[in-house]
């Protein structure tokens, strides 16, 4: 069965600086791959998603995410942090018409 | 747009209880599902739909739920006698499930808070 682990349930950067979420995965077929965050409050917003094309995947808000499938790794990056970034971010996978099993989930804080 | 909605956004029942929480999935899509998040936890997948029938659950989908599409837009969760524990927030999605790989991007709604007291 499908798995993400989320290295770092938290991850602090300065406003500015790189933003590094690493995700792992375990999946017995080509997995599709998902990043979602989550604002205070509110639902679970798609920001990108890795489905058997182009190994990097831009998503929303300039965040970006490297499909390594020797590493079994879905890191989610973003050049220069913003104050609005700050929020949980989980990543997950999905085997073909399966259910989506999510990480743990990494709450990132944003310093000014 | 279309979204999935879900209602009410939050609900308090009190232990024992029967809840309904209700979904309404985006129109053209043929898989359905139920998860939730223990507040400060992970999301957790309870149960996938399609075609009238459950598809796949997890061991927390117990005797105690239930699902069903009772009409052709609506896909309710029904827990029969509420615990504390079952406080959370329940998220509905869906999902078109054609071939291809836009497919397999799920649809969450907003949630539904449930608070057992």
């Not at chain 1, 190994?55 to 079994?72: D, H, M, Q, R, Y």
């Not at chain 1, 050049?79 to 743990?104: I, L, Q, T």
């Not at chain 2, 079952?86 to 078109?96: E, G, L």
Request: charged share 20%; net charge neutral; with cysteine.
């Amino acid at each position: 069965a499908q798995s993400v682990t989320q290295l770092g349930s938290h991850v602090s950067v300065s406003e500015g600086a790189l933003v590094l979420l690493r995700c792992n995965y375990s999946s017995s077929v080509p997995p599709y791959l998902f990043w979602y965050v989550q604002y205070p409050n509110q639902g679970l917003q798609l920001l990108l998603k890795y489905t058997s094309a182009a190994t990097l995947v831009k998503g929303i808000n300039g965040f970006e995410a490297e499909f390594k499938k020797s590493e079994t790794s879905f890191h989610l990056t973003k050049p220069s942090a913003h104050m609005s970034d700050a929020a949980e971010y989980f990543c997950a996978v999905s085997e073909k018409n399966n259910d989506m099993r999510f990480g743990a989930g990494t709450r990132l804080t944003v310093k000014p | 747009e279309p979204e999935v909605t879900q209602t009410p956004s939050h609900q308090v029942t009190q232990m024992g209880q029967e809840v309904i929480l209700r979904c309404v999935p985006i129109s053209n899509h043929l898989y359905f599902y139920w998860y939730r998040q223990i507040l400060g936890q992970k999301v957790e997948f309870l149960v996938s739909f399609y075609n009238n029938e459950i598809s796949e659950k997890s061991e927390i989908f117990d005797d105690q739920f239930s699902v069903e599409r009772p009409d052709g837009s609506n896909f309710t969760l029904k827990i029969r006698s509420t615990k504390l524990e079952d406080s959370a927030m329940y998220f509905c999605a869906s999902r078109v499930g054609l071939a291809g790989g836009s497919s397999y991007e799920q649809y969450f709604g907003p949630g539904t808070r449930l608070t057992v007291t």
